[in-house]
C-alpha cells in the first residue's frame, strides 16, 4: 500500500523533477522511489553476501562448468560472435 508523502523543494526542481518523470514516461512518485532504492542497494552493495534483486532472481538459470574461467568463457562467446562469416 502506498503512503502520501510531501515535500518541499525549490520550484525550479519540482520542474526539473516533472520533465524528467515525463521524459521517462513515469511519475516523480515512482521516479523518487527509484531513487531511494537505488540508494539502499548502494549502500548495502558494500557488504561482501549482497546480491541485488535482478542477480538474485537470475540465479541459478546457468549451470557453468567449473573447469572454464571467466576469460575462457568470455574467449569462446567473442569467437562465437565474431568468427562467424557476415
Known amino acids: 500500500m ?5 515535500l518541499s523543494m525549490d520550484k525550479s526542481v519540482v520542474e526539473r523533477a516533472k520533465q524528467a518523470a ?12 527509484g531513487l531511494v532504492r537505488g540508494l539502499d542497494a548502494l549502500d548495502h552493495s558494500h557488504h561482501a553476501d549482497f ?28 569467437w562465437e560472435r565474431y568468427s562467424e562469416t557476415q
Open 2 to 6: 502506498n503512503t502520501k508523502l510531501t
Open 51 to 78: 546480491i541485488g534483486p535482478l542477480t538474485q532472481s537470475a540465479a541459478g538459470l546457468v549451470d557453468l562448468d567449473a573447469s572454464h574461467s571467466d576469460a575462457d568463457l568470455l574467449s569462446e562467446a567473442l
Open 22 to 33: 515525463r521524459a521517462r514516461n513515469t511519475s516523480v512518485s515512482a521516479m523518487l522511489a
